[in-house]
């Protein structure tokens, strides 16, 4: 499920480029931040240099001198990780951190400037070096003047600023993900109205979706719905119109079928009339059907009025039927306004409500809400296996009873068409309940 979501696709790309981007970014904050060091590191062991050439001297002997050694503790202090080193041919003058140990640097040494780098020094340690070759007076001999520093202390600080800086992108990733996660919804609004939209347009077919109210990248996708619609609108209303035409056509030929089973009852030949009756009314009520159905859909975008008015006018005709004079009837609905228009909630209430009065004792009651439709009665009721057979079409339960037994089956068609489902079961009453629901 998350493999389809395109938000999540947006979201777990999004979270993977953000991180790669920020594991980038410690890694080259890291190396640069080693350099720094390392430069702040090399300028303060230039200043010591320039601290131990400016004191250079030669004694009475002729041997190099030092008047006055650089400050800072370390250079006393064996293998402490500052060293410093002067050396003429043989001749050395170091640093007592040196101990009995000797720096060389690895590459050549300029005279005019400064020579920085790595190397390996003494105790096993790596330094960072910097060195230069310097002259007492004309024609001297060059002395080399070099100094060192552990670059384990570059790397102790690296180490530090890496793991701060990595808390510090952690918490980043979480905030850039959260902003991701923000655009993303922002992003898919419009396609969430789209989806809204089109559930309005379910509920009223000429409803089409406001190609200005999207923004430019989903316009065309609002265009290519109401373009898809308009064709099945056409479609529709073509498949409809044949039907109703066919429907009507075919009652005239049925008509004609009908006067001829009489005029063959009436020369005797009982059981072809009665089969051919028979298939006549089977016919007449799928044409009625198909006819009912055609009108629901006809009204599929009629505005939605107030339930409770028309039941009373149904009401009020079966309580005129030798059925329903004895029978109290229960409107509870009053202004409850149901996703039927008037025709399709005549169609479906009039079968449940004369189906309900032939077998009620005493009281039929119609209840229902903005998504639920309720007609029951307190009459003998159904087994489960009569209610799989009272939906079918045409199926009679009671054979002694007029009627072509479509009434149940249309009030089902009626509920397919308008996108509910019909029930039958139990009632609380003590008979039948048939019962309406549609989606909310």
């Known amino acids: ?46 200043q010591h240099g320039r601290d131990i050439v400016s004191g250079l001297t030669r004694g009475a002997d002729g041997q190099l001198a030092l008047e006055l050694e650089p400050f800072d503790p370390r250079f006393d202090r064996p293998s402490s990780g500052l060293y410093w080193q002067v050396s003429e041919g043989a001749a050395a003058l170091r640093s007592r951190s040196l101990w009995d140990e000797a720096m060389a640097p690895n590459e050549s040494v300029s005279v005019n ?37 552990d670059h384990a202390a570059v790397t102790a600080a690296r180490g530090d600023f890496s793991r701060d800086l990595g808390l510090f992108l952690v918490l980043l990733w979480a905030v850039l993900a959260g902003a991701a996660w923000a655009q993303v919804q922002l992003g898919l609004r419009p396609l969430g109205d789209v989806r809204s939209a089109l559930g ?16 430019t990248e989903v316009a065309p996708l609002a265009q290519a719905i109401n373009a898809l619609a308009d064709a099945r609108q056409r479609d529709t209303e073509q498949a409809r119109r044949r039907a109703s035409d066919l429907a009507h056509s ?29 298939a006549i009314e089977a016919a007449r009520g799928a044409v009625e059907r198909e006819l009912t159905r055609t009108r629901i859909a006809a009204e599929h975008d009629a505005e939605h009025k107030s339930a409770g008015p028309i039941i009373d006018r149904l009401i009020a005709v079966v309580e005129r039927t030798e059925a329903g004079q004895r029978l109290s ?20 209430a009039g079968p449940l409500l004369e189906n309900a009065a032939r077998y009620a004792r005493l009281l039929v009651r119609i209840s229902g809400d903005r998504t639920r439709f309720c007609v ?7 087994s489960d296996a009569e209610i799989a ?15 072509d037994g479509l009434g149940l089956a249309i009030a089902r068609d009626v509920a397919e068409v308008s996108g509910g489902v019909l029930t039958l079961d139990r009632s609380p009453l003590g008979g039948l309940r048939a019962q309406l629901q549609w989606r909310e």
């Open 1 to 46: 499920m998350i493999a389809r979501s395109l938000r999540w696709r947006l979201l777990a790309g999004a979270g993977a480029a953000i991180f790669a981007a920020l594991a980038l970014a410690w890694l080259a904050m890291g190396y640069l931040f080693e350099a720094h060091v390392e430069r702040g590191l090399e300028a303060n062991l230039i």
């Open 389 to 403: 057979q009272a939906l079918g079409r045409g199926k009679r339960l009671d054979e002694s009873a007029q009627g």
């Open 376 to 382: 029951e009665d307190d009459g003998p009721g159904l």
């Open 200 to 215: 309005d347009m379910q509920g009223h077919a000429g409803a089409r979706l406001h190609e200005a109210d999207y923004p």
């Open 113 to 149: 400037v400064w020579t920085t780098g790595d190397v390996g020094g003494p105790f096993g340690q790596k330094l960072v070096f910097v060195a230069r070759e310097v002259s007492l007076g004309e024609g001297g001999a060059p002395i080399l003047v070099m100094l060192g520093a």
């Open 250 to 278: 075919l009652k005239t030929p049925l008509a004609a079928l009908a006067a001829q089973t009489r005029r063959a009852r009436e020369a005797g030949a009982t059981d072809a009339a009665d089969g051919l009756d028979r």
């Open 329 to 348: 009837f229960v409107n509870a609905l009053g202004g409850t306004i149901l996703p039927l228009g008037e025709v399709a909630l005549m169609e479906l």
